[in-house]
């Protein structure tokens, strides 16, 4: 079965503190992890896929196999982070690559 | 920058009532999808489209759903009897090529609220 876990629905840390969203997953074959993320009144968007190895908005996100997890970091906080982060997998046997969320974390960055 | 577009933004039904939601992906995308998100929970799958048919289909996505892409540019998710717990926020998506290594782009959303 896939299965995405966000084990925090709310996290907040101050301007300049480093976060961690964590985020786990079950896959029997080999997954894509991407991170997407929902501003204030905006919609869902990609912030980044384990698959380009690239930091966006100073978030990075590495893929851990033994421990099914791909936890989303950055070590300065900064307050236009404030948003929903979901964590999502992809893999299907239908080979249509849905999409499959876990419930998010709402981050806050106080000032 | 091109957009994923849906229409209404919020649908307000009685119960028993068909409603259809419609979506317009980015022009030259190829893959179509429908996500629902109830107030609380989760975002999840419901239906992938590709090639004018549909590719997958979630245990959600019963005979009470259809999809449909009447026009080319249009992709329309239909409930023909709505129920109070389909009330939630339904996404529309694409994507331009092979899923695995492509985004998907996401609407803005419709709110339905069945009452």
Partial sequence: ?111 | EPEVTQTPSHQVTQMGQEVILRCVPISNHLYFYWYRQILGQKVEFLVSFYNNEISEKSEIFDDQFSVERPDGSNFTLKIRSTKLEDSAMYFCASISGAPRFYEQFFGPGTRLTVL
């Avoid at chain 1, 976060?19 to 079950?26: F, I």
Wanted: proline letters at 5%; hydrophobic letters at 30%; charged letters at 25%.
């Fill in chain 1, 1 to 111: 079965a896939q299965r995405v876990t966000q084990p925090e629905k709310l996290l907040s840390v101050f301007k300049g503190a480093p976060v961690e969203l964590k985020c786990n997953y079950s896959y029997s074959g080999s997954p894509e992890l991407f991170w997407y993320v929902q501003y204030s009144r905006q919609r869902l968007q990609l912030l980044l896929r384990h698959i380009s190895r690239e930091s966006i908005k100073g978030f990075t996100a590495d893929l851990n196999k033994g421990e099914t997890s791909f936890h989303l970091k950055k070590p300065f906080a900064q307050e236009e982070d404030s948003a929903m982060y979901y964590c999502a997998l992809s893999g299907s046997s239908g080979g249509s690559e849905k999409l499959v969320f876990g419930k998010g974390t709402k981050l806050t960055v106080n000032p």
